[in-house]
């Protein structure tokens, strides 16, 4: 009976409006980024979609701030630890996506790879992650995290600058290598920056930070696909040629290609100015260390 009774209480004190407002948010925001390239960012369909997503956010703050027992406490956000580390990784996930996204369709249809070669090329930064992730931790753990959130920072931006170089004539090495600093520069960001993050929400908010971290990656992801894809589609467009991102076919026409990697160029520019930005954030957090002597 207490059993039964301690779950209905739970329920009644969970913030379902909170949970509604936040998922209508999202549901409106999400759909806006991800039609905004086929209907244009000016289509009035996809404004209303941003308005309207802003005012379910608006309303999702305010309930928050009232609620007594909200979904994400936005005390939280007073901590510069976490607004700022949450800041840098959803930039640094923004920037980071034009990478895996773009580079396949470059190396495919712009350069004319087939799709094994090119996944030879791209590899070296999914081999550096899955090496320098588990690494990056136990570092972290040692000397702090500030170090080596940085140093990810500098290698992940020097990677999407390499990127800004590559043109048709480039040396395939050349990929490989930014590949390779791109995945060992996010593997050795994330897990300082995720522990930071933690330890400045306490244990008593594990579960909702960690969803908030989720949240912030998968929503970057979103925006950093959309906008160097906007970005390609509108640098064509003033070349005067059309864009069809699902398979740039008649690759046979060289200015084609070269408006094409022209288009590449500036999208990668953007990330890589994004990614400097996420640096940028990175060096302007505090250190735990630093935070806990200030508390002290």
Not at 205 to 219: D, P
Request: hydrophobic share 50%; net charge neutral.
């Amino acid at each position: 009976f207490e059993k039964e009774q301690y779950r209905k209480e739970q329920l009644q004190q969970f913030d379902w409006l909170g949970v509604a407002l936040s998922a209508a948010f999202l549901l409106c925001f999400m759909l806006s980024i991800t039609y905004a390239n086929e209907l244009g960012w000016r289509s009035p369909v996809v404004i209303l979609g941003v308005v309207v997503s802003l005012l379910f956010l608006s309303g999702f703050l305010m309930w928050e701030r009232r609620c007594e027992s909200p979904m994400l406490p936005l005390h939280l956000f007073q901590s510069a630890i976490f607004s700022i580390g949450s800041a840098a990784r959803f930039v640094s996930f923004m920037a980071g996506s034009a990478s895996f996204f773009l580079l396949p369709f470059f190396l495919v249809s712009g350069v004319g790879m087939a799709t094994a070669e090119a996944a030879i090329y791209i590899l070296p930064g999914a081999i550096c992650m899955a090496i320098f992730g588990p690494i990056s931790g136990s570092i972290s753990d040692k000397i702090g995290a500030k170090k080596p959130a940085i140093i990810g920072m500098v290698l992940s931006t020097v990677s999407m600058y390499l990127l800004t170089r590559v043109s048709l004539d480039s040396s395939y090495y050349l990929i490989a290598l930014a590949s390779g600093m791109s995945g060992t520069g996010m593997s050795i960001f994330m897990a300082p920056n995720t522990s930071s993050i933690m330890w400045s929400a306490g244990r008593s908010h594990y579960g909702i930070v960690s969803a908030f971290m989720n949240l912030t990656r998968n929503g970057a992801h979103v925006v950093g696909i959309a906008i160097p894809t906007a970005v390609v589609v509108s640098v064509m467009g003033s070349l005067g040629y059309d864009a069809d991102l699902s398979s740039l076919a008649v690759m046979d026409d060289f200015g084609l290609r070269s408006a094409y990697a022209s288009a590449m160029s500036w999208a990668f520019t953007v990330s890589a100015v994004s990614m400097f930005g996420a640096l940028l954030l990175t060096i302007a957090m505090p250190s735990v260390q630093q935070s806990i002597q200030e508390e002290v």
